[in-house]
């Protein structure tokens, strides 16, 4: 196969230029411009001038893994989610499951545990050879001794069983003690002692109750600041406090994205630590990415799959050196099929795409270096902002976090109610199948297409009597776009054509609910608007053109819903 090169030569700037303004057949390129929910400008051309780096062919430093042998050999670390809330032969055999299925570790959720239940969840798992990764929020300090137990028992000590601890003193429902908890580990006198990680600050859960991305990254460093801080205070020095620290960050369903952010967070924990005298090569940032839970929904499940997909790829090519991805159905409780699925696409993506063989493999591309400096800039000052304030302790005392996630939560949720964010399956092209219950674990999560899953659910309950009426002359174009707009609510209508062949047809139909197509309620017959007068009730007449505005579908079909709810 000849090259690529010789095939195709190479193209100036200009030529791209031509290309795409006869694409556009006219229109200007900056027509494709839009701005993100960060007020971020994102173009459709870039010129990105070449650095130094990029001339001589060397990767920088702050686009480097963790350990970047181990990730061309062996790909990213798939680290996989295990619910430890069971019974404990059930969680082992869920964590067997995912380990004989090719994960290479256990992100393992964990309330208080003893050590007897430990010992059988873990049963026939080599320690050490597969990462532990534990979620036990205030509960630490109980698991952590149950694991101490365990290790003693298996004649192994803290450091040798690949554990990591995964303290976040910030995180959501945290508590500040866990700060000073996490440094007393740091500070033990006999290495042997001290796990594999202490910290991981975990924006990828900031993200999910409502964080933008540059909220979520700014919050990142200043977590990380404050880790520093403080435990040099406690007699700690920076090099014993990075190694571990690491970082975990959500990955959307858009995977250029994805790219960006794992490259802007890199590029901050370097000036970190560059700024606190250590050299970022030596101390480069551990990062453990998830894909977005408030991308999920419980409406067409199996979509799930392709924002997982999307957002993995991300990841992978963003350079993460753990990934952890969840069923398609986690929201409703993860299948064992769900289960695998998330495991084997990032197997897949190791050993058939080989997206491990790259170290950088995004690096040089223009959008990408612009979208990421461009990340890396506001989460800098996002972050400045935050410890011009009093740093993350103050700022999570006061609430801070919790409320720049809330704001940014509502703002998104008034968009996606207003037709700006489209999501496929539930307003795109989406089906009448119910909607199934969402697990407690996960009510916290900010989930924009929350508010369709409960108007399908009222509407389920009470489904509204719902008529439309068109002249014989109008254009069915309308009538297949209201159909649209209320199969996202799960709804259906009866239509007719007036003139009616039945004159009591109105009667007998008895709506709720009436739209109207090309027409205006005054140019019905007298006889018919006395019908509906009589049947209406609660309900109301509705144009059809008005529902039809993007802005206007998701707000009448909440009002729908309304009216369906009995009166207390």
Same mark, same amino acid.
Request: with cysteine; aromatic share 4%; glycine share 8%.
């Given at each position: 196969?000849?090259?690529? #090169?010789? @095939?195709? &030569?190479?193209? !100036?700037?200009?030529?791209?230029?031509?290309?795409?303004? %006869?694409?556009?057949?006219?229109?200007?390129?900056?027509?494709?411009?839009?701005?993100?929910? /960060?007020?971020?400008?994102?173009?459709?051309?870039?010129?990105?001038?070449? =650095?130094?780096?990029?001339?001589?062919?060397?990767?920088?430093?702050?686009?480097? =893994?963790?350990?970047?042998?181990?990730?061309?050999?062996?790909?990213?670390?798939?680290?996989?989610?295990?619910?430890?809330?069971?019974?404990?032969?059930?969680?082992?055999?869920?964590?067997?499951?995912?380990?004989?299925?090719?994960? =290479?570790?256990?992100?393992?959720?964990?309330?208080?545990?003893?050590?007897? /239940?430990?010992?059988?969840?873990?049963?026939?798992?080599?320690?050490?050879?597969?990462?532990?990764?534990?979620?036990?929020?205030?509960?630490?300090?109980?698991?952590?001794?149950?694991?101490?137990?365990?290790?003693?028992?298996? !004649?192994?000590?803290?450091?040798?069983?690949?554990?990591?601890?995964? $303290?976040? &003193?910030?995180?959501?429902? @945290?508590?500040?003690?866990?700060?000073?908890?996490?440094?007393?580990?740091?500070?033990?006198?006999?290495?042997?002692?001290?796990?594999?990680?202490?910290?991981?600050?975990?924006?990828?859960?900031?993200?999910?109750?409502?964080?933008?991305? #540059?909220?979520?990254?700014?919050?990142?460093?200043?977590?990380?600041?404050?880790?520093?801080?403080?435990?040099?205070?406690?007699?700690?020095?920076?090099?014993?406090?990075?190694?571990?620290?690491?970082?975990?960050?959500?990955?959307?369903?858009?995977?250029?994205?994805?790219?960006?952010?794992?490259?802007?967070?890199?590029?901050?924990?370097?000036?970190?630590?560059?700024?606190?005298?250590?050299?970022?090569?030596?101390?480069?940032?551990?990062?453990?990415?998830?894909?977005?839970?408030?991308?999920?929904?419980?409406?067409?499940?199996?979509?799930? $799959?392709?924002?997982?997909?999307?957002?993995?790829?991300?990841?992978?090519?963003?350079?993460?050196? $753990?990934?952890?991805?969840?069923?398609?159905?986690?929201?409703?409780?993860?299948?064992?099929?769900?289960?695998?699925?998330?495991?084997?696409?990032?197997?897949?993506?190791?050993?058939?795409?080989?997206?491990?063989?790259?170290?950088?493999?995004?690096?040089?591309?223009?959008?990408?270096?612009? +979208?990421? !400096?461009?990340?890396?800039?506001?989460?800098?000052?996002?972050?400045? !902002?935050?410890?011009?304030?009093?740093?993350?302790?103050?700022?999570?005392?006061?609430? +801070?976090?919790?409320?720049?996630?809330?704001?940014?939560?509502?703002?998104?949720?008034?968009?996606?109610?207003?037709?700006?964010?489209?999501?496929?399956?539930?307003?795109?092209?989406?089906?009448?199948?119910?909607?199934?219950?969402?697990?407690?674990?996960?009510?916290?999560?900010?989930?924009? #297409?929350?508010?369709?899953?409960?108007?399908?659910?009222?509407?389920?309950?009470?489904? &509204?009597?719902?008529?439309?009426?068109?002249?014989?002359?109008?254009?069915?174009? %309308?009538?297949?776009?209201?159909?649209?707009?209320?199969?996202?609510?799960?709804?259906?209508?009866?239509?007719?054509?007036?003139?009616?062949?039945?004159?009591?047809?109105?009667?007998?139909?008895?709506?709720?609910?009436?739209?109207?197509? /090309?027409?205006?309620?005054?140019?019905?017959?007298?006889?018919?608007?006395?019908?509906? %007068?009589?049947?209406?009730?609660?309900?109301? $007449?509705?144009?059809?053109?008005?529902?039809?505005?993007?802005?206007?579908?998701?707000?009448?079909?909440?009002?729908?819903?309304?009216?369906?709810?009995? &009166?207390?």
């Amino acid at each position: 196969m000849s090259s690529p #090169v010789l @095939s195709f &030569p190479a193209a !100036d700037r200009q030529q791209w230029q031509d290309i795409v303004a %006869k694409a556009l057949k006219g229109a200007s390129a900056e027509s494709l411009n839009r701005t993100d929910e /960060d007020g971020l400008d994102i173009a459709a051309l870039y010129q990105v001038e070449p =650095t130094a780096d990029t001339k001589s062919g060397q990767v920088p430093v702050h686009r480097l =893994t963790a350990n970047p042998a181990q990730r061309l050999a062996y790909g990213w670390r798939v680290c996989q989610p295990v619910d430890g809330g069971g019974k404990a032969d059930e969680v082992n055999d869920k964590i067997l499951n995912e380990l004989t299925g090719g994960a =290479t570790g256990v992100y393992l959720s964990l309330g208080p545990v003893s050590a007897p /239940d430990l010992e059988q969840m873990l049963h026939d798992v080599v320690l050490g050879a597969a990462d532990i990764i534990i979620d036990a929020g205030l509960h630490i300090g109980s698991v952590m001794a149950a694991f101490e137990t365990l290790s003693f028992g298996h !004649d192994k000590s803290l450091s040798d069983i690949g554990l990591d601890l995964a $303290i976040d &003193p910030f995180a959501p429902q @945290s508590d500040a003690s866990l700060l000073e908890d996490g440094l007393r580990v740091l500070c033990r006198t006999d290495e042997r002692q001290i796990p594999h990680g202490v910290f991981r600050l975990n924006g990828w859960q900031w993200h999910n109750q409502g964080m933008s991305q #540059v909220q979520e990254i700014g919050y990142l460093l200043a977590a990380a600041t404050q880790i520093f801080r403080s435990g040099m205070a406690a007699g700690l020095s920076a090099a014993q406090i990075a190694p571990k620290t690491s970082m975990c960050l959500a990955l959307p369903a858009d995977l250029f994205d994805g790219i960006a952010k794992c490259r802007a967070i890199r590029r901050g924990w370097s000036g970190l630590v560059t700024a606190l005298g250590l050299d970022a090569n030596s101390y480069r940032l551990k990062l453990q990415t998830l894909p977005s839970l408030r991308m999920f929904s419980l409406i067409d499940a199996d979509m799930n $799959i392709l924002r997982t997909t999307t957002a993995l790829l991300g990841g992978a090519i963003g350079g993460a050196d $753990i990934m952890t991805a969840f069923a398609h159905d986690e929201l409703s409780g993860a299948s064992p099929m769900g289960r695998r699925l998330a495991r084997m696409q990032q197997i897949m993506m190791i050993e058939e795409s080989g997206l491990g063989r790259s170290l950088d493999a995004a690096g040089g591309a223009a959008f990408i270096e612009a +979208r990421s !400096d461009a990340l890396a800039v506001s989460a800098w000052a996002a972050f400045q !902002d935050i410890e011009a304030s009093g740093g993350a302790a103050v700022a999570q005392s006061a609430q +801070r976090f919790a409320a720049m996630a809330e704001a940014a939560a509502t703002k998104r949720e008034k968009e996606f109610a207003a037709g700006a964010l489209p999501m496929l399956g539930v307003t795109l092209q989406s089906d009448g199948q119910p909607v199934v219950d969402l697990m407690p674990r996960w009510q916290a999560v900010s989930r924009p #297409v929350s508010v369709i899953e409960a108007i399908r659910r009222q509407t389920a309950l009470n489904p &509204p009597r719902i008529l439309i009426l068109q002249p014989d002359s109008a254009d069915n174009s %309308k009538l297949h776009a209201v159909r649209r707009v209320l199969q996202i609510g799960g709804m259906s209508a009866v239509h007719f054509t007036l003139p009616l062949d039945q004159p009591d047809a109105m009667t007998t139909a008895r709506p709720a609910i009436v739209v109207l197509i /090309d027409m205006e309620i005054d140019s019905l017959a007298p006889a018919l608007q006395a019908q509906l %007068k009589q049947s209406l009730l609660a309900g109301g $007449i509705f144009a059809a053109d008005d529902i039809l505005k993007s802005e206007a579908q998701i707000a009448w079909l909440i009002k729908l819903a309304d009216m369906t709810k009995e &009166p207390n």
